[in-house]
């Protein structure tokens, strides 16, 4: 069938018979070969800009689980660092930057065509990547969502409930979509320039549109995703995108509907079922087994990916994570969900 590539032919909307599969953070700290390289880097950040270190996590989980995909190893917040914002990661507390709380620091932020300079040596690697990858693996090139870059530059972290973004958002809608429209922009250039130097999937990650109510989700999570994938088709006809709006429930749907996304990465708590029936006929979905269970493993882990590949194998299938499997997660366990996928 087609497509040697097999995430490439379930992407175009085929089943295959064993689903390709990869996972969330599969180039991370529960390698013991990622800890490694990463001592020697120096801060994450060193990591991400190095091409030669970069370039060699991200093959590190495709040598040893073979995995159908290989993500480019960078981060979504490059992105606002590249706009001109202050970014550290302090050890152990997560990503942290200056926050902008007003129109007139979001004005002063740089414009799209001013990120490159920053964002090279992330280019380089896609370009190395391109390269060096094996001929059945496809390399998924990626960027965070508006809304969700937007929480960390409104507030400066992460939260769970995004409580400092959404007040800026009821409170002063001038300067946040605002702040929306600029990040938009600049994602579009990020990811064309990835898709040049051989990004063959563009995967956007949405991890707070779980957030959003009512209209705001339309307009803060669905309308600047539509207008990436959109854009991004325009200039790479059948390019095939990958959305993850986490945590949005019936949110799914309206992706579904939107034409312009191949695959739907599904959270954990979307029933597998459910997305067989109303999100499969549209479009290929990617999930979503709890990244808890590469912790646990035993009985519950290939109870659980077995129910998932009997579930959604009958249609365009990627077998994925709910989330990013954490840094406890065992490779041994990755080993085991892999031998019941391939059987
Ligand atoms: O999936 C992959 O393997 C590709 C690389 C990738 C990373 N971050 C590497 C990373 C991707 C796709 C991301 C996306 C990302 N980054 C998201 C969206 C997806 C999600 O997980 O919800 C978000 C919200 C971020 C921001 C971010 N970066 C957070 C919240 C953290 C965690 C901080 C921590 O210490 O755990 C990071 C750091 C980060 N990004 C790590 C990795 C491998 C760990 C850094 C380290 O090695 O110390």
């Given at each position: 069938?087609?497509?040697?590539?097999?995430l490439?032919?379930?992407?175009?909307?085929?089943?295959?018979?064993?689903?390709?599969?990869?996972?969330?953070?599969?180039?991370?700290?529960?390698?013991?070969?990622?800890?490694?390289?990463r001592?020697?880097?120096?801060?994450?950040?060193d990591?991400?800009?190095?091409?030669?270190?970069?370039?060699?996590?991200?093959?590190?989980?495709?040598?040893?689980?073979?995995?159908?995909?290989?993500?480019?190893?960078a981060?979504?917040?490059?992105?606002?660092?590249?706009?001109?914002?202050?970014?550290?990661?302090?050890?152990?507390?997560?990503?942290?930057?200056?926050p902008?709380?007003d129109l007139q620091?979001?004005?002063?932020?740089?414009?799209?065509?001013?990120?490159?300079?920053?964002l090279?040596?992330?280019?380089?690697?896609?370009?190395?990547?391109?390269?060096?990858?094996?001929?059945e693996?496809?390399?998924?090139?990626?960027a965070?969502?508006?809304?969700?870059?937007?929480?960390?530059?409104?507030?400066?972290?992460?939260?769970?409930?995004?409580?400092?973004a959404?007040?800026m958002?009821?409170?002063d809608?001038?300067?946040?979509?605002?702040?929306?429209?600029?990040?938009?922009?600049?994602?579009?250039?990020?990811l064309?320039?990835?898709?040049?130097?051989?990004a063959?999937?563009?995967?956007?990650?949405?991890?707070?549109?779980?957030?959003?109510?009512?209209?705001?989700?339309?307009?803060?999570?669905?309308?600047?995703?539509?207008?990436?994938?959109?854009?991004?088709?325009?200039?790479?006809?059948?390019?095939?995108?990958?959305?993850?709006?986490r945590?949005?429930?019936?949110?799914?749907?309206?992706?579904?509907d939107?034409?312009?996304?191949?695959?739907?990465?599904?959270?954990s708590s979307?029933?597998?079922?459910?997305?067989?029936?109303?999100?499969?006929?549209?479009?290929?979905?990617?999930?979503?087994?709890?990244?808890?269970?590469?912790?646990?493993?035993?009985?519950?882990?290939?109870?659980?990916?077995?129910?998932?590949?009997?579930?959604?194998?009958?249609?365009?299938?990627?077998?994925?994570?709910?989330?990013?499997?954490?840094?406890?997660?065992?490779?041994?366990?990755?080993e085991?969900?892999?031998?019941?996928?391939?059987?």
């Open positions: 069938m087609g497509n040697p590539k097999k490439l032919n379930v992407l175009a909307g085929n089943t295959e018979k064993t689903p390709p599969v990869w996972m969330m953070r599969q180039a991370g700290r529960y390698l013991p070969e990622y800890r490694e390289v001592k020697n880097a120096g801060g994450f950040l990591l991400c800009y190095n091409p030669d270190f970069a370039t060699e996590v991200t093959l590190q989980p495709i040598r040893r689980f073979g995995f159908d995909a290989a993500i480019l190893f981060d979504i917040l490059l992105v606002p660092q590249a706009m001109g914002m202050k970014l550290w990661f302090a050890e152990g507390e997560g990503p942290r930057l200056e902008v709380s620091a979001i004005e002063a932020l740089k414009p799209a065509e001013a990120i490159h300079d920053t090279a040596p992330v280019y380089e690697t896609v370009k190395r990547l391109a390269a060096e990858l094996p001929k693996t496809t390399l998924i090139g990626f965070g969502a508006p809304w969700t870059v937007a929480t960390y530059m409104v507030a400066g972290r992460g939260s769970p409930d995004q409580a400092v959404r007040q958002m009821f409170g809608e001038v300067a946040f979509s605002r702040l929306i429209d600029k990040v938009t922009e600049a994602t579009i250039e990020y064309a320039r990835q898709v040049q130097a051989g063959e999937v563009i995967k956007l990650f949405d991890s707070w549109a779980g957030t959003l109510s009512g209209s705001y989700f339309e307009k803060y999570a669905l309308k600047p995703a539509v207008t990436i994938a959109t854009e991004l088709k325009r200039r790479f006809p059948g390019l095939p995108v990958i959305g993850f709006p945590g949005a429930g019936g949110g799914y749907v309206q992706f579904a939107a034409g312009c996304f191949d695959g739907l990465a599904l959270d979307v029933p597998a079922g459910w997305a067989r029936d109303v999100l499969q006929p549209k479009l290929a979905v990617q999930g979503n087994l709890d990244p808890m269970h590469l912790i646990t493993g035993g009985d519950a882990l290939e109870n659980e990916t077995r129910r998932l590949v009997d579930i959604l194998g009958e249609g365009p299938f990627i077998f994925n994570l709910g989330h990013g499997i954490t840094p406890q997660g065992k490779p041994e366990n990755v085991k969900m892999l031998s019941v996928i391939r059987g």
